[in-house]
């Protein structure tokens, strides 16, 4: 797999003494540890009552859509783990992690605060974060596309060897992953998250800049409870969001 080889030097020494001389040896071995290429970015908010999916919040107990929000978080962790790319987690209220709440994040170690920024912002800067840490290729997601499976992840970042970027739109007309090889200053512009049309907006910007990009499968992010009533009646048997699936079910016996 793709991997930065960073070579560390340990010197071993052994001193023996007999009785016709002192003698004296090193051994040098040389350790290789691979950094991998490419990072996967989870943009996340710190699961708070209340804080989190507000619009599902109107028409749902706050106390099941911050259950539903914990799953997914879970979810997503998982079906971005793999062995070719790292992940890295940016999250909201960064200064709640403590060791009894990381378990929201599985137990994740490469975590850090988006910031007190505009959302553009945000991500531009979880994007330069991950670039200094001498990652190549890079794709941002949310945790709200419960449709998403790992051969989305794979295939973004797979896309990025012949492509200079990659976006994956949602049926809302946003998009739920974008994958960088440098930074891209104009599609964190605040105004493009402002109107209806943000995937083609970020696109339009590609093409001005002569940026080749992928696209991959169109997925339903979840923001209203309309969504998540589609999810369940037609896409969550085919989900890999085993925990969201299984809190669902709980939720859908007990009514």
Do not use: W
């Not at 945000?122 to 449709?147: H, Q, S, W």
């Not at 976006?167 to 891209?184: A, P, R, S």
């Not at 493009?192 to 696209?215: A, C, D, H, P, R």
Request: proline share 2%.
């Amino acid at each position: 797999h793709d991997a930065l080889p960073i070579c560390l030097l340990i010197e071993f020494s052994n001193k023996s003494i007999n009785s016709f001389y002192y003698c004296s040896f090193y051994v040098k071995v040389i350790v290789v540890i691979y950094m991998k290429d490419n990072a996967i970015i989870i943009f996340t908010r710190f699961p708070s009552i209340n804080k989190v999916k507000t619009r599902l919040s109107k028409n749902l107990d706050s106390n099941l859509v911050l259950e539903i929000h914990k799953a997914m978080i879970k979810d997503t962790i998982n079906v971005c783990k793999n062995n070719f790319a790292d992940v890295i987690l940016f999250i909201t209220e960064y200064e709640k992690l403590n060791d009894n709440t990381r378990e929201f994040f599985n137990f994740e170690n490469k975590i850090y605060p988006q910031g007190d920024f505009s959302f553009g912002e945000k991500m531009k800067n979880a994007f330069k974060k991950t670039f200094e840490m001498r990652y190549k290729k890079v794709i941002l997601i949310g945790t709200d596309i419960p449709t998403l499976i790992k051969e989305d992840i794979s295939f973004a970042l797979k896309s990025l060897d012949n492509f200079d970027v990659c976006i994956h739109k949602t049926f809302d007309k946003g998009y739920y992953l974008i994958g960088l090889k440098n930074i891209v200053d104009e599609v964190f512009d605040e105004n493009i998250f402002k109107g209806e049309n943000v995937f083609e907006n970020t696109v339009e910007i590609f093409k001005k800049q002569n940026l080749s990009y992928s696209t991959g499968r169109i997925l339903m992010d979840i923001d209203e409870k309309s969504d998540l009533e589609f999810y369940l009646k037609n896409e969550m048997q085919y989900s890999e969001y085993s925990n969201l699936n299984k809190l669902l079910r709980e939720f859908c016996n007990e009514k």
